[in-house]
Structure formats: C-alpha cells, structure tokens
C-alpha cells in the first residue's frame, strides 16, 4: 500500500530528492517505517527513537552516524509537507521528481542531439534558425515528457489511495498483467488497466480485455479498464468498440474523473489533484511553464547554430 504513513516514509528513505541513501538504509526502510502511523511522529522523532526500533524477538535495528543524518536531513528538509497527507505528499514529490526530470532533459539538450533531418528541414522548409531549432527543441522535449507522463500518471494513481497496489507482481488474468489492483478489507478484490487516454485500444485489445475480465469477474472479483482523462460520452473510436464487443462496458471502465474519484474513495479528489499538480508545478517553476523554458533553451541553440554555421544552407551541408 503505496498512499500510506508507512509507503510515504519508505518512500522518501529510499529515493530521496536531494541524495541517495545508503543500501544498507535503504534495507531498513521498511522497518523504519513500520514503527510510524502518523506524519509529524516520524518528523520529530528523535536519535533516540531511532536507535531504540528493535526487531521481534529482541535486539535493535542500529543505525551508523550517517544513517542518522541523512534521516535528520530527511526531517528538516520539508520534502515532506506536514500539512499535507501521506497520499498527497507522495503525488507532490513524484510530481517534483517529474518537472526535475525535464528541466534537466531541456537543460542538457545539445544542437547535435536534436538528430536534424536534412530532408524533413527542407520538406517543412523550414528556413530560418530560429525555425528549425524550435521545431526540433520542442519535438525532442515533447517525446521525453509524454514517456517520462506514463510513468508520473501511474504513481499518482498509485499514490492516491490507501488500499491500491501495483498489480504487476500479483497473480491476475491469464494473460494479463493488471496495472493497479484495489483491496480494501472486507471487500472484494479490484483489477485496474490503466490506459493514458480515452483512445488507446483496438479491437483485438478489447476483445482481449473482454476475455479477461470475465475470467476475473468468474472468480467473484472485479476488473476495469481506466482512462485517465477523457469523459465517457466521448464519440472516440474506442469507445465506439466498447459498445459493440465489451458488454455491460459502462459498469466495466472507469473514465476520466472516475477512475481518480474510484482509487481515492473521495468523489472530489480530481479537483484537488489538480490543485496539488498545479502548486507543485508553480513552486519550481515560479511564474513560467515550461513552455517558456523550452523556448529560452531553443534560443540559445538558435545562437549556436548562427555562430557555428552562420545559415540554414550551411548547417544542412554538415548534416549529409
């Protein structure tokens, strides 16, 4: 359980923003975390609660001097928010990790890794600096940013609710493995496939999913297929081959707002996702989107690019 106390401190002892810990702290982090149900226990917990967690059966854990500091650094950092909970910390520091990510791609992008395409240049005529470099600038964050999305929109929804796993590891389908599953005690068990939008899937996948679904549903469990935006009135061809091969589709998917609203158990939780994505963001970035960083980065190599090879003529004839 990933949107916990516990999944929250694990979390930040194994993959700390500003430093990496130690392997032998990383093998203690879930037994750190174990001892904490409540945020503000673990950040002022003391040297002395540290080193008094023992092991079942007698014996203490033990920590070095390092060990120590880098949990005291952890403590005063403020990488975790105390007035935020244990879900909505998680989401900020993967969503700060992200924006991080990609300010280091465009900081690193150089005019030779654009990979500049003679032909395509002179087919998009493409004939000033300025225009070639944007092109290529945007086309290269964009590819790394839409990858480096999945990843971040998986987190966040792994992050979000209290009784969700990731589901890869986990005995599903036959052949399926299932992104998410959601176990709440008591209650039955939930698969969730994840998809990025609410045009992702061909006919062979949904019949696939079909398949699978009722294999799960014969069990007396339950399966979806999530989008993560999108509404469920969408004319998009994959909602159009929901009606015509998956039966019942409506109770079977959860679509935009929903699959949020389904993960966190709050049917307002969308909204304030957004609001924590959107004061994340403007944290790091100040007053500018990263539109506008990309741009400043495109403009430096339209600099590069006039000095080095003064016209778009002559930069084409380097590239053949």
């Known amino acids: 359980m990933a ?10 002892l194994i993959k700390h923003i500003h430093k990496a810990p ?19 226990a673990f950040l002022s917990a003391t040297e002395t ?23 005291k650094e952890i403590q005063v950092s403020k ?13 900020k520091i993967a969503t700060e990790l992200f924006i991080k990510k990609q300010l280091v791609m465009i900081g690193a992008l150089t005019l ?11 087919a998009l005529r493409l004939q000033s600096s300025e225009e070639l470099v944007k092109f290529y600038v945007f086309q290269a964050a964009g590819r790394s940013i839409v990858t480096s999305l999945g990843f971040l929109v998986q987190d966040l929804l792994l992050y979000s609710g209290e009784n969700v796993f990731d589901a890869r590891h986990e005995e599903s389908g036959d052949h399926t ?41 014969k069990r007396g469990e339950k399966a979806y ?26 109770k079977r998917t959860l679509i935009g707002t929903e699959l949020w609203d389904f993960i966190s158990d709050d049917p307002s939780y ?28 495109a403009e430096d190599l339209t600099k590069v690019l006039n000095a080095e090879h003064k016209t778009v003529t002559t930069f084409i004839n380097t590239l053949w």
Do not use: M
């Open 49 to 71: 609660d540290f080193t008094s967690i023992k092991f079942i059966g007698g014996g203490v854990l033990g920590f070095s001097k390092n060990e120590l500091e880098f949990i």
């Open 177 to 217: 493995k299932w992104d998410l599953v959601k176990q709440k005690t008591g209650e039955v068990r939930v698969w969730i496939e994840v998809k990025s939008g609410p045009n992702d899937l061909d006919k062979a996948q949904v019949l696939h999913y079909k398949k699978e679904i009722e294999e799960i549903e």
């Open 225 to 250: 297929i999530g989008e993560t935006y999108g509404k469920r009135t969408s004319n998009t061809i994959t909602h159009g081959l929901y009606r015509q091969y998956l039966p019942d589709w409506e």
């Open 112 to 122: 030779e890794g654009l990979n500049c395409n003679p032909i395509l240049i002179s």
């Open 3 to 12: 949107g916990t106390v516990q999944g929250l401190i694990e979390f930040v």
């Open 270 to 297: 969308h909204e304030k996702l957004i609001k924590l994505l959107t004061s994340t963001a403007e944290i790091l970035l100040g007053n500018h989107s990263l539109v506008e960083v990309i741009e400043a980065k």
């Open 79 to 91: 990488v975790i928010d105390s007035k935020l909970s244990a879900q909505q910390n998680l989401c």
């Open 22 to 40: 130690s392997v032998e702290l990383k093998k203690k982090a879930k037994i750190i975390a174990s001892q904490f149900n409540d945020i503000n």
